[in-house]
Structure formats: C-alpha cells, structure tokens
C-alpha cells in the first residue's frame, strides 16, 4: 500500500505509543475521492470506505484494533472514550483515551489534525480544529481537561499539528478574522498575513500559540506535513478541491 503516513520522529522511538498523519494516497477511491477517503459522510461509495479503513489499519499494524472517530461538529465538546468497541463516539472535537488499544482518529481536509501525547503516561488525546473550534478554544479546553480529569501538568505534554491549510492559501474574510482576534488578540493577528488587500490566516500556528500559552514548552510542539492546499497530490484539500473531496485520518493510540 502506497500510503503517505507522517509521524513525529521522537515519537516513533516510543515502543508502545503509535500514530500518524495519513494522505490521501493508498486507497480505492476514486474521483474526487481519491483515493484513501476514510470518511463515510462525504459521499463517498461506503463499501469503498470500509475497504479503504481495512486496508490502511493493516498497513499501519492495528489490522484488529478498533480506530474510533468523533462526529466532528466545529464546536469545543471533549469525549473520554472507554469503549473498546465503539465506531463513533459521538458528536465532539475532542477525544480522550487511556484504554490500551483503541485508536483515536481526526477525520480532515484543511482543518487543523492535532494528536497528544503525555510523557510518562498512556493517556492519548486528539482535537479537530477548524476556524470555528479555533475561535470556541478547542485546544485550550483540551488542555484544561487533561489538567482537571487526569491531572497532567502542561510541560508534560506533546503536541503534533498535522497537515492543513497554510497562510499561502486560506485566505479569509471579515467574518473570520474580526472574531479570531476579538477573542485572542495580539495571538490571532500574529497569525494573520495581508497580501493583495486579502487577509490570510494560519490556523496551524494559532492553535500552537494558544498551546504554548496554555504552558505547554514550544520544543514540545510538533507540526508535520505540508500545507494541504499546496498538496493535493499527497492530501485532500476542502478549498483547493472546492468543497467536494474526501478526507484523510490522523490517529494515535498505544499498544
Ligand atoms: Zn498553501
């Protein structure tokens, strides 16, 4: 399988902890969803999909493990998932996991993938973030719930931000930029960019802002892949592609 699957280099030295950023490319799908579309609410053939997510578990060594998605809704709710045998664990942005394994897994195209990991600890998160959970402090609530429920101090935690789109692409309007920093300021205007009288945002680098500011040390933040807009060839992009295409997986989890 010709799969793309990027990884944070320290964490593959973790014998036990497994994740990655899967591409588009591997799978069955075809058109727009080409190829390794692991989503069923796109439009996609869903006999395809199960192949596909079949397909890539082996590949990735969780061939009889369960990866478990959330409904993704844009919004700020957290899961802790517990079991085992779930598909979906409900309408969220967020998920937590200290089962052994179960996978935890981000379904995107442009929007933000970002995996935790806690060091020293077999506790795994992951969080969705677009514009609208950016601006409703996904990442933030995240941190506070891992500190809150399991008692995880921020310099303890390691965060990757997957492949999405880049400043070099998402460019947006009013109705996007005024609220982003009405609510996080200086942070959301230093990760806004004018070029051409257009306004263009990076969501990768506001998320790991509002990261270290939630105290997690800047070494311990990882982001990974290219922008998803400048790379269709190894990722689906929802603006590049117009809004009709697939969408790729990130996961993590421990063995
Ligand atoms: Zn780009």
Redesign the pocket.
């Given at each position: 399988m010709d799969l793309v699957w990027l990884q944070v280099e320290r964490w593959k030295r973790v014998d036990w902890l497994l994740h990655g950023f899967l591409g588009r490319r591997g799978g069955k799908g075809t058109g727009v969803y080409a190829s390794l579309n692991l989503s069923f609410r796109v439009g996609d053939d869903p006999q395809v999909v199960k192949d596909n997510l079949c397909d890539m578990k082996k590949a990735v060594g969780v061939h009889d493990l369960r990866i478990v998605t959330m409904r993704q809704m844009h919004g700020d709710q957290i899961l802790e998932v517990k079991d085992k045998h779930l598909k979906e664990a409900g309408a969220a942005d967020g998920m937590v996991t200290e089962e052994r394994g179960l996978f935890l897994g981000v379904l995107t195209a442009d929007c933000v993938p970002i995996l935790f990991s806690i060091s020293g600890r077999k506790l795994v998160a992951v969080v969705h973030a677009g514009w609208r959970g950016t601006l409703a402090g996904i990442t933030t609530k995240m941190m506070n719930y891992l500190r809150d429920r399991y008692d995880v101090e921020p310099t303890s935690v390691e965060v990757a931000l997957g492949p999405a789109?880049?400043s070099?692409?998402y460019e947006i309007g009013a109705d996007v930029a005024v609220p982003l920093v009405q609510k996080w300021g200086s942070l959301a205007e230093r990760c806004l960019q004018a070029r051409d009288r257009k306004r263009f945002l990076d969501l990768r680098d506001l998320n790991s802002l509002l990261l270290e500011r939630a105290g997690v040390p800047p070494g311990q933040i990882f982001k990974i892949g290219p922008?998803t807009?400048?790379a269709t060839e190894d990722f689906f992009s929802y603006r590049c592609e117009r809004g009709e295409t697939g969408r790729q997986m990130s996961f993590i989890g421990w063995l």
């Amino acid at each position: 399988m010709d799969l793309v699957w990027l990884q944070v280099e320290r964490w593959k030295r973790v014998d036990w902890l497994l994740h990655g950023f899967l591409g588009r490319r591997g799978g069955k799908g075809t058109g727009v969803y080409a190829s390794l579309n692991l989503s069923f609410r796109v439009g996609d053939d869903p006999q395809v999909v199960k192949d596909n997510l079949c397909d890539m578990k082996k590949a990735v060594g969780v061939h009889d493990l369960r990866i478990v998605t959330m409904r993704q809704m844009h919004g700020d709710q957290i899961l802790e998932v517990k079991d085992k045998h779930l598909k979906e664990a409900g309408a969220a942005d967020g998920m937590v996991t200290e089962e052994r394994g179960l996978f935890l897994g981000v379904l995107t195209a442009d929007c933000v993938p970002i995996l935790f990991s806690i060091s020293g600890r077999k506790l795994v998160a992951v969080v969705h973030a677009g514009w609208r959970g950016t601006l409703a402090g996904i990442t933030t609530k995240m941190m506070n719930y891992l500190r809150d429920r399991y008692d995880v101090e921020p310099t303890s935690v390691e965060v990757a931000l997957g492949p999405a789109i880049g400043s070099c692409c998402y460019e947006i309007g009013a109705d996007v930029a005024v609220p982003l920093v009405q609510k996080w300021g200086s942070l959301a205007e230093r990760c806004l960019q004018a070029r051409d009288r257009k306004r263009f945002l990076d969501l990768r680098d506001l998320n790991s802002l509002l990261l270290e500011r939630a105290g997690v040390p800047p070494g311990q933040i990882f982001k990974i892949g290219p922008c998803t807009s400048c790379a269709t060839e190894d990722f689906f992009s929802y603006r590049c592609e117009r809004g009709e295409t697939g969408r790729q997986m990130s996961f993590i989890g421990w063995l």
